[in-house]
């Protein structure tokens, strides 16, 4: 017997299917129950191709009473199978209620999803939340000017009451058919309910007619893997001139993301969305959007010049980007055995503290001068004899430095095995270190780079050749 597929897995392979984030609306304003089924049918053909999901909302052909009603069940059933359809019906309520409307939108109208009301409570949920084929977009942050009127309230004096609607539904996904409404109007809001609700699905309304701002949204929304939001427009493709055309400009936009949509919509290549979670792609892109690399002519504290500048510094003042490279730093540091995490000053400090609240794992550093005053530390933190520490860094060219501080955390009666930094130089640390019987890891080497801002066209080839002439020597 086959294993049923949840219906965010569905809808995952839809998205990697058509390279879609795009949920294309169906709000069709009309005057009889047939002009009714011909928008939407010829909505449905024009985008079909560029749809992640099609949402009709259920108001619209319930004022056409029960001919209506027929019409949205001959809609849905004539969107192709393999585009999971949202209704948008804002349904909840209790027991024997609910399990009517879930009866009436996943089995009599079709539908593969149902956007819900959660002001009953979390058992009024149960009746939609039973099959796991069948998804629910929980209402969280909408679109609308009043909605700060409940959602914004404060509650247990701390959380506003939209944040608590977040962290529910997370617990609520026990079957990854769980997922949330969250506007676009409201920006900040989609990037607090990312961090509650890290593994869910945001159904986005409010880009385009509405005012929402699409890069903000997938700035603030987009998961690590580049899913994560369902990009709702309704009224901008309907009203467009060419349909198909607008769907397919706002497919492209959307999916493409928000730091390749800065390039000329430089697309994601696809062995993005099959590789880990963050890939090189997107680090490439972060560190060109947030200034940490930089080509042109720049003279070095060794009086050479060079064509690329990497300065990871200006990291703290990218939260966004910070939390994505502490991942990548998490990523490499799961596979390490360690009890401490330490950063070296000062680039590391903050990126260090990023991945201690990443992993929820202790944070020490070893001072670049001795303290002479107060408790006079040499290393800053709590620590044990014996413990072992492994060694954060931005970057790495020769190894020297890192060497003196492991030798500073040594002497504090710490072990050290491993030095793991966000880019590899390439220019003999991981030689050095290896002989001075320390592992090294980097999370990317500057040559990958290198190739991804070439192959995107952030770089020219003749720039790229300059940087391996340099790192060659």
């Known amino acids: 017997?086959?294993?049923?597929?949840?219906?965010?897995?569905?809808?995952?392979?839809?998205?990697?299917?058509?390279?879609?984030?795009?949920?294309?609306?169906?709000?069709?304003?009309?005057?009889?129950?047939?002009?009714?089924?011909?928008?939407?049918?010829?909505?449905?053909?024009?985008?079909?191709?560029?749809?992640?999901?099609?949402?009709?909302?259920?108001?619209?052909?319930?004022?056409?009473?029960?001919?209506?009603?027929?019409?949205?069940?001959?809609?849905?059933?004539?969107?192709?199978?393999?585009?999971?359809?949202?209704?948008?019906?804002?349904?909840?309520?209790?027991?024997?209620?609910?399990?009517?409307?879930?009866?009436?939108?996943?089995?009599?109208?079709?539908?593969?999803?149902?956007?819900?009301?959660?002001?009953?409570?979390?058992?009024s949920l149960g009746a939609f939340m039973d099959r796991a084929d069948r998804g629910i977009f929980v209402l969280c942050k909408t679109s609308n000017p009043g909605a700060d009127e409940f959602q914004s309230l404060t509650v247990d004096g701390s959380k506003q009451l939209y944040e608590v609607v977040a962290e529910r539904a997370q617990k609520w996904n026990t079957k990854n058919n769980v997922g949330l409404v969250v506007g676009a109007t409201y920006p900040e809001a989609i990037a607090r309910v990312r961090e509650l609700a890290p593994d869910l699905w945001f159904l986005v309304p409010g880009v385009g007619a509405q005012g929402g701002d699409l890069k903000q949204t997938l700035e603030a929304g987009l998961r690590d893997d580049g899913l994560g939001l369902i990009i709702n427009a309704s009224r901008s493709i309907a009203h467009a001139a060419n349909p198909g055309d607008e769907a397919k400009r706002l497919r492209d936009m959307s999916f493409r993301g928000a730091r390749s949509a800065t390039r000329n919509l430089v697309e994601w290549p696809q062995r993005f969305l099959a590789a880990s979670p963050l890939g090189m792609t997107e680090l490439a892109n972060d560190l060109l959007e947030s200034g940490c690399v930089r080509f042109g002519k720049f003279t070095l504290k060794s009086g050479k010049v060079s064509p690329i500048y990497l300065d990871l510094r200006r990291l703290v003042s990218h939260p966004q980007i910070m939390r994505r490279v502490a991942k990548l730093y998490a990523k490499k540091l799961k596979e390490l055995e360690f009890d401490r995490i330490t950063g070296l000053p000062y680039a590391a400090l903050p990126i260090g503290t990023a991945i201690s609240l990443e992993m929820n794992r202790p944070l020490i550093y070893p001072r670049?001068?001795?303290?002479?005053?107060?408790?006079?530390?040499?290393?800053?933190?709590?620590?044990?004899?014996?413990?072992?520490?492994?060694?954060?860094?931005?970057?790495?060219?020769?190894?020297d430095t890192k060497i003196e501080s492991i030798q500073k955390l040594e002497a504090a009666g710490l072990k050290v095995k491993d030095v793991v930094v966000l880019i590899d130089r390439e220019q003999g640390a991981k030689e050095m270190l290896a002989k001075a019987g320390y592992k090294f890891h980097a999370v990317a080497t500057l040559r990958e780079l290198l190739n991804e801002w070439r192959d995107s066209g952030a770089i020219t080839h003749e720039q790229f050749d300059e940087v391996i002439k340099l790192l060659n020597t």
């Open 1 to 123: 017997m086959n294993e049923i597929k949840s219906f965010f897995a569905q809808l995952e392979d839809r998205a990697r299917a058509v390279n879609s984030l795009l949920c294309v609306g169906l709000d069709p304003r009309a005057d009889t129950a047939d002009e009714l089924r011909a928008e939407c049918r010829r909505l449905v053909e024009a985008t079909a191709s560029y749809a992640l999901a099609f949402k009709p909302n259920s108001a619209f052909f319930e004022a056409h009473g029960a001919d209506g009603m027929r019409v949205l069940r001959e809609v849905i059933a004539s969107i192709p199978k393999d585009i999971p359809v949202i209704l948008d019906a804002k349904r909840g309520d209790i027991g024997n209620t609910s399990e009517a409307y879930a009866q009436a939108a996943f089995e009599i109208l079709g539908a593969h999803a149902l956007t819900v009301n959660p002001y009953l409570g979390g058992e």
């Open 368 to 399: 670049r001068e001795v303290k002479e005053y107060g408790t006079k530390a040499t290393i800053e933190g709590d620590y044990n004899a014996g413990e072992t520490a492994v060694v954060i860094d931005d970057l790495a060219t020769t190894g």
